[in-house]
């Protein structure tokens, strides 16, 4: 099953251009989608989640045409949004029992194995019978992840799900994500460029409602071998190198600055050529993206 | 820093929309009380629209009820900054505590203020404009509209914001600022009940911060002239008052300033323990098969669980129980108020208790259906979990319905478990005939149905306003619309939707006739919310677009879906039951609003009063047969009349009355319709042409052929019948139920223009376009003479009268019984008066028991039904107390027997036919003898009154003007609380007299048209009733028992069944000042001539022990004597009277006051009087006109303690 978003727009009621023309295509596996804040990755994950309409274009999924069908997608997806809340007196057990219902398990019996398993799953066992309003997080998010799962989606929707979590929480997250089978579509929609270059075998990078970029993070970065250069630069030189070069990033390194640079051939002394990565990519594309609209 | 916050919250609050609507809305009600008829509730009558009283009380009404607006604006000063999230922000910068705080309150008090002063403001611009009729307005006086502002408005505001300011910036939680706000007004509620028992009126003045009881204290007494033109002193217990919640206030904000802190509320230290530490990886089971059903069957299973879900998490609210605690404690008072109404006791039977149970429910309803509808509408988007949930197949009618579910199930549980609070109170009083079925009944037909409509109509209000303030204060908005519209006139009830029907249980009839009109009307409740509550679920909001124009889309997807079948299927239920109901109060009983039945009235009155001064035909003879069907509800009569022509003047054109059909205005407020009544015949025994027939207004015009001269007599015979059809809107004619029927004379056709139809209140009529008519003939007026005031068209009648009904009842009716047999399955029985009697006969029937005494030759029956035979001592204790006493010293009884019969508790009087007592099962019956010197017997005592009746009414009767009823309702008072207070004593005596001076007082405040002296009264209960019984007895006092009676029989003896020419209270007052030496002829005047008031005071009394062991005392007294006008105003007059003047001693059981060491009628000629009196032991009390004798409107300070001289 693929999801096709054709030329989808979505203009707010106080004029921001959330999404202008998008396009993606997106199969099974894990798919990123990254962009800054403000980007309209939010808004084009609510739009998938039949929480929002659009302007105009389309959504397929399969045979499910997202935009009229929302009750067709609903049965198959499981979407854990930017922010959310849980009913903060009840136990994670309750809570995930309550929601697994509404996705249609209507079996008491099943239900209850199946919040039993996912609660395992997703290490909150020893936490089932605990107070939600008590949970850290990265529980809460994996709480959360367990009822996107409760009804067995094929689409899954998390957006920027490991912002405000510490390392740990993180990786554990990381490896459930990657644990949902290889036949479902997961869209991982973030601005941590790390979670996609681990997660993701197809991503897409948008940005202002538009998007810049889609493919393999592979192919990606082999369009930019070579290309990508580092100096260890000087504060005064800083002004300078700006006006004559396409500066990707400025970094500080022990109080100094490190710049990366985009060029096809070497722009001059100090410079190093440097194994792109995919933040180069992402920076570069966004600060292009962006230089081109001004 | 105070500025910067001061400035930004008055600012925030000026640029919302809200604000001005606050102020609008509170501008528009003061106007309209002004410039309109609307709002009569405060001023009618004679108090003017304008009056300083008026705006007083409704500024204190309104901070009570605009709590709403209270908790929205000085509620959320601080909440908000939780809510929005902006705390972090701001408590990082400099703002100093103090400076937030006061900031924050200031601003919000500021604009509170602003918002209530429109209602100083509205009144004011409603007086000024030019439509307004000029009597209804006193002079503009701008101090006297501010004054109630600054003394009422300005406190309770400062106390009631402090307190929600005070909760909102503590608790951080906006539930619990809603919550306080309904304590404080349920609060109040119970302080207004307690202060139903006139000693504590202090305390409950003291303790109601609104002012409202306060200020209604401070005007108890105050006469017409005085609420036209004072303002509530700031004085006294008004001044107390306030300062208390002043301080109050100001120990709210020091608790705030002291408790609160500038940093984000810490979540509660036992969810911090809970925070898990979780272990390392578990071993994972593979995810185990489910089956997915989307089938309608499946979700219904979603929908019991989630509503057993919502349910629980409701029941385990704070608020909720403290909103379900606080409703029973307010049951459980009301129900200890139906048991003790003014001080009377009755038995707490399940008639009296199980409609309380199902009426009180109705405000609390209101209140949970829109603060827990509104909160679980919004629950998932307030907790943040709306994504989540919108994201789940599960269709949006199953979290919906399951919460509307919940909501409902949490107040039905309440009704549940007031029922068994109320069982239990009737256990703990002794009374165990419970009948659970009733309060069964009660729940299932008027509080479930009421509930279940109120919370659809909540949640389909919320659904669809989409916004959770605006849609409580629509909720609120419509409840108390509600309360107002009847007052406006619009009472029928398919506007009312949701409140509970009105009905009667009795226990005589039971549900009576009201079950299919309370059924009809229930079902169309909820019929009519659920469509409402499907609209709003048509449109409610899902995903995270939350406008029109995606809601639009989800409504259409919804219509097609099912949406269409439930509108369709809850709304055409609400339209075939709106027109089921339709159909019976419109059709069958042609509905009337009250205000075009009173122009019908005003018609007919223009129509029929030329032909008031025809000559008529005086009824001499009545000869009825009259059948009950108490299974249908019907009647059936016919009879001959037989009438004299008195007049000088031939009779040729006859006006007939007989009872009308069409609407005539009940009250105010309603009006009904008796349509199933019809005149089947009418024959005269000679030739006579009907020349106008309007039967349905009750007047017929027949032409004699032959004239009837002076001093013959006509003939007719009639048949009339009265078949209920279907119900009424407003009133039920229940003259005929089940088990239980009293129908009197009316139904039977008359002659002569009825004056009493007209309409007789002042405004109505001047709303009409008619001149107000004067009350009553002026004594002297000779015509008064010509006819009594019982009855205009008859004198003195032979009555005999045959009465059928079912087997198994009983019926009566006045007479002694001839005979008693059975036709055709029905039962008979023959009555015949053996000497005339008024033209005031009537009808009853039912299954009674009948308990019967003989007295002396007559014969005492009381007709009861079983349960009821709780009062049957006392009843039979005064009718002999009084056969005796009243026997003895008035005249001899003129009758073998005397009857008192139950009637249903339609109507709560009792009445005097001759020798027949018909009396309500609701009063009386179930009256309970309570111990104790100081309880007064009512039972005895209005069986007393009904027994002299006998004599002051049916021997004697007053001409149709001023002043007949003193000797008629005055007298049969006066006799009654003699034999109380000869039987019971002197203390229980002096406690009714006190009630009376109250019920006197209280009385003049709300007088419509005039004062009058009790010599000139006008038919006013608090005069001839309340002012009679302590004028006689005060007379009684000063002239003797002896003389009195002297007096009484002489009148008896002279005016008894006498008449035309009739006497009139001219005549008793003869024969009382024949009685009365010259040195009291005074007090006759005073107390009869003239409306009398006495200022006196007890001012200071001391004593010290004389060296012989008796004790000097020493007193000041303060003595004033006012004579009052029409509106009450009150001039002084030199005082040169007899007053009581007493010194008691230790406490003795039957004497309040003390032993009475010393008491004696002493002179007064001077405003303050000193008096030194010498008593044989230590005096405890003193003071002057120490049992209330006079009229005085402090009765309170006539008598005080005694103190030791220095």
């Known amino acids: ?294 | 820093m105070f500025w910067t916050v001061f400035k930004f919250e008055l600012s925030y609050w000026f640029r919302r929309p809200l604000t001005l609507l606050f102020f609008a809305l509170f501008f528009l009600l003061a106007f309209f009380a002004t410039a309109s008829d609307a709002f009569i509730g405060f001023a009618s009558g004679q108090i003017h629209r304008n009056a300083p009283f008026v705006l007083a009380t409704m500024i204190a009404v309104l901070t009570a009820i605009g709590q709403v607006i209270t908790t929205a604006i000085a509620g959320t000063a601080v909440l908000r900054d939780a809510q929005l999230g902006t705390e972090e922000l701001l408590f990082t910068t400099r703002v100093s505590k103090s400076g937030y705080l006061v900031g924050r309150f200031v601003g919000a008090f500021i604009i509170m203020l602003v918002i209530y002063s429109a209602l100083p403001i509205g009144l004011l611009v409603g007086s000024v404009m030019p439509w307004v009729p000029a009597e209804k307005m006193g002079p503009v006086q701008i101090a006297a509209v501010f004054q109630p502002f600054f003394t009422i408005a300005v406190p309770n505001l400062l106390f009631v914001s402090a307190l929600l300011f005070a909760v909102g910036a503590l608790t951080r939680r906006l539930f619990a600022v809603y919550v306080t706000g309904i304590i404080l007004l349920v609060a109040w509620q119970i302080t207004q009940a307690i202060v139903g028992q006139l000693d504590k009126v202090r305390l409950a003045s003291l303790i109601d911060p609104f002012a409202i009881t306060t200020v209604n204290s401070a005007v108890r007494y105050w006469s017409v002239a005085e609420k036209n033109t004072q303002v509530v002193p700031l004085a006294g217990a008004m001044a107390q008052n306030r300062m208390v919640w002043i301080a109050a206030a100001i120990v709210l904000f020091a608790v705030v300033a002291t408790v609160f802190r500038l940093r984000l509320q810490q979540a509660r230290a036992s969810h911090r323990a809970r925070k898990a530490t979780v272990a390392e990886r578990v071993v994972v089971p593979p995810t185990p098969a489910v089956t997915l059903h989307y089938d309608r069957a499946s979700w219904i299973r979603a929908f019991v669980s989630q509503s057993r879900f919502h349910l629980r998490s409701i029941l385990r609210e704070p608020p909720y129980l403290a909103i379900s605690l606080i409703y029973l404690i307010n049951l459980m008072i009301g129900l200890w108020f139906q048991m003790r109404p003014q001080e009377s006791a009755r038995w707490p039977v399940t008639s009296l208790f199980a409609p309380v149970v199902g009426n009180g429910l109705f405000v609390f309803t209101v209140l949970l259906a829109t603060l827990y509808g509104g909160e679980l509408v919004w629950r998932e988007r307030q907790i943040k979990a709306d994504q989540l949930q919108d994201a789940t197949p599960v269709p949006t009618w199953v979290p919906f319905g399951a919460k509307l579910l919940a909501v409902f199930l949490s107040i039905a549980i309440l009704v549940f478990v007031a029922s068994a609070g109320s069982m239990l109170m009737q256990l703990s009083q002794g009374y165990a005939r419970l009948e659970p079925a009733v309060y069964l009944q009660v729940i299932v037909l008027i509080a479930l149905p009421s509930a279940l409509a109120i919370t659809a109509l909540a949640m389909g209000v919320h659904a669809l306003v989409n916004q959770k303030f605006v849609g409580h204060l629509i909720i609120i908005a419509y409840w108390v619309l509600l309360q107002v519209v009847s007052s406006l006139g619009f009472d029928h009830r398919l506007y009312q939707v949701g409140r509970p029907p009105d009905f009667t249980y009795s226990d005589m009839a039971g549900w009576g006739p009201y079950t299919p009109r309370v059924l009809t009307i229930s079902y169309y409740s909820i019929a009519f919310c659920l469509t409402l509550a499907s609209l709003g679920l048509l449109v409610l909001v899902r995903g995270t677009d939350a406008s029109w124009s995606a809601r639009q889309i989800l409504a259409a997807k919804r219509w097609r879906r099912g949406g269409a079948v439930a509108t369709g299927a809850f709304g055409v239920a609400a339209i075939v039951l709106g027109f089921l109901f339709f159909h019976n109060a419109n059709t069958l009983n042609a509905y009337t609003e009250v205000h075009a039945a009173e122009r019908g009235v005003k018609a007919w009155e223009v129509k029929y009063k030329p032909l008031q001064h025809l000559p008529s035909p005086r009824l001499v003879r009545v000869s009825l047969r009259h059948d009950y069907y108490p299974e249908r509800r019907a009647a059936a009569w016919h009879g001959t009349l037989a009438a004299v022509n008195r007049d000088a003047r031939p009779v040729d054109t006859l006006f007939v009355t007989v009872p009308p059909s069409a609407p005539r205005p009940t009250s105010l407020f309603e009006a009904t319709s008796n349509t199933g009544v019809a005149l089947d015949s009418l024959v005269f025994d000679r030739d006579a042409q009907l020349v106008l027939d309007d039967t349905p207004n009750g007047v017929r015009l027949y032409r004699l052929a032959k004239p009837l001269a002076q001093g013959d007599t006509l003939t007719v015979r009639f048949a009339g019948r009265f078949e209920p059809r279907g119900y009424p809107n407003d009133a039920f004619n229940n003259d005929v139920s089940a088990n239980g029927s009293f129908m009197n004379m009316q139904y039977v056709p008359s002659f002569g223009y009825p004056e009493q139809t007209e309409l007789s209140d002042d405004e109505a009529r001047r709303r009409n376009g008619l001149e107000p008519k004067p009350r009553m003939k002026k004594i002297d007026d000779p015509v008064v003479r010509a006819t009594n005031y019982i009855s205009q068209e008859a004198d003195w009648i032979t009555f005999d009268e045959t009465t059928c009904t079912a087997a198994d009842q009983i019926s009566i009716a006045p007479g002694y019984l001839q005979r008693e047999w059975t036709e055709n399955g029905r039962r008979c029985f023959q009555y015949k008066m053996d000497r005339p009697i008024l033209n005031f006969y009537a009808t009853l029937s039912a299954r009674y028991e009948v308990t019967k005494a003989d007295y002396n030759g007559v014969k005492l029956e009381i007709y009861h039904i079983p349960e009821h035979a709780f009062a049957l001592p006392s009843m039979m204790q005064a009718s002999k107390d009084g056969l005796d006493y009243f026997g003895k010293n008035f005249s001899p009884y003129l009758y073998r027997q005397y009857r008192i019969i139950e009637f249903p508790r339609y109507a709560g009087f009792a009445q005097a036919f001759p020798n027949t007592i018909p009396y309500s099962e609701g009063i009386g019956f179930i009256y309970r003898k309570e111990e104790g010197d100081d309880k007064i017997d009512f039972a005895y005592f209005v069986t007393a009154h009904e027994l002299a009746h006998q004599w002051w009414g049916h021997q004697v009767v007053g001409g149709n003007g001023q002043g007949s009823t003193m000797f008629s309702e005055g007298l049969a008072e006066y006799s009654a609380l003699t034999i109380m207070e000869k039987r019971f004593g002197r203390e229980a005596a002096q406690k009714f007299l006190r009630r009376e001076l109250d019920g006197y007082l209280r009385g003049r405040g709300t007088e419509r048209k005039k004062e009058v002296p009790l010599l000139y009264v006008e038919n006013q209960p608090y005069i001839h009733y309340q002012k009679g019984s302590l004028a006689f007895y005060a007379l009684r006092d000063y002239i003797g028992e002896d003389a009195m009676n002297a007096a009484l029989s002489a009148f008896l003896a002279k005016w008894a069944l006498k008449g035309p020419p009739y006497p009139t209270a001219r005549d008793l007052y003869g024969e009382l000042d024949k009685q009365t030496p010259d040195s009291l002829k005074y007090v006759l005047n005073d107390l009869f001539e003239e409306m009398t008031f006495y200022e006196n005071k007890a001012d200071t009394a001391t004593t010290s022990k004389r060296p012989d062991g008796s004790w000097d005392v020493h007193l000041v007294l303060d003595a004033k004597k006012l004579k009052g006008d029409s509106v009450g105003t009150t001039k002084e007059v030199p005082i040169a009277d007899y007053v009581d003047v007493g010194v008691y001693g230790d406490r003795v059981p039957g004497q309040k006051l003390g032993e009475p060491l010393l008491v004696k009628k002493v002179k007064i000629t001077q405003p303050v009087t000193v008096l030194d009196v010498i008593v044989s032991k230590e005096p405890k009390k003193a003071g002057i006109d120490p049992y209330n004798k006079l009229i005085d409107r402090t009765p309170e300070d006539n008598v005080i303690a005694v103190s030791n001289r220095r």
Not at chain 1, 87 to 110: C, I, Q, T, W
Not at chain 1, 124 to 139: E, I, P, Q, T
């Open chain 1, 1 to 294: 099953m693929n999801l096709s978003i054709a030329n989808l727009s979505k203009t707010y009621a106080n004029g921001v251009r959330a999404l202008q023309d998008v396009s993606l295509d997106i199969p099974a596996g894990m798919f990123g989608l990254l962009g800054p804040n403000g980007a309209g990755k939010s808004t084009l994950m609510r739009t998938i989640a039949t929480l929002q309409q659009a302007d105009a274009g389309s959504i397929r999924l399969g045979d499910i045409d997202v935009l009229t069908q929302p009750d067709d997608v609903r049965k198959i997806l499981g979407y854990l949004p930017q922010e959310f809340g849980l009913y903060p007196n009840l136990s994670a057990e309750r809570v995930l029992d309550h929601f697994a219902e509404m996705k249609g398990v209507a079996n008491s019996g099943e239900r209850r194995d199946l919040v039993h398993a996912l609660l395992k799953q997703t290490n909150l066992w020893d936490a089932r019978k605990k107070a939600v309003g008590g949970f850290s997080g990265g529980m809460k998010q994996r709480l959360g992840i367990a009822i996107a799962l409760a009804g067995r989606p094929r689409l899954v929707i998390v957006d920027e799900p490991t912002a405000g979590l510490d390392p740990n929480e993180r990786h554990r997250f990381l490896n459930l994500l990657s644990e949902i089978g290889d036949d479902v579509i997961v869209i991982l929609s973030t601005h941590i460029v790390e979670d996609v270059r681990e997660l993701c075998r197809r991503m897409a990078i948008i940005n202002e409602g538009r998007v810049v970029l889609q493919g393999d993070p592979n192919q990606v970065l082999d369009e930019v071998r070579g290309h990508i250069w580092r100096k260890r630069a000087a504060k005064s030189e800083l002004v300078a190198l700006r006006a004559a070069l396409d500066v990707i990033s400025v970094r500080l390194v022990a109080g100094e600055p490190v710049i990366h640079v985009y060029s096809e051939s070497t722009p001059g002394d100090g410079f190093v050529a440097v194994e792109p990565n995919l933040e180069d990519v992402y920076l570069h594309r966004v600060g292009t993206a962006a230089l081109a609209e001004a």
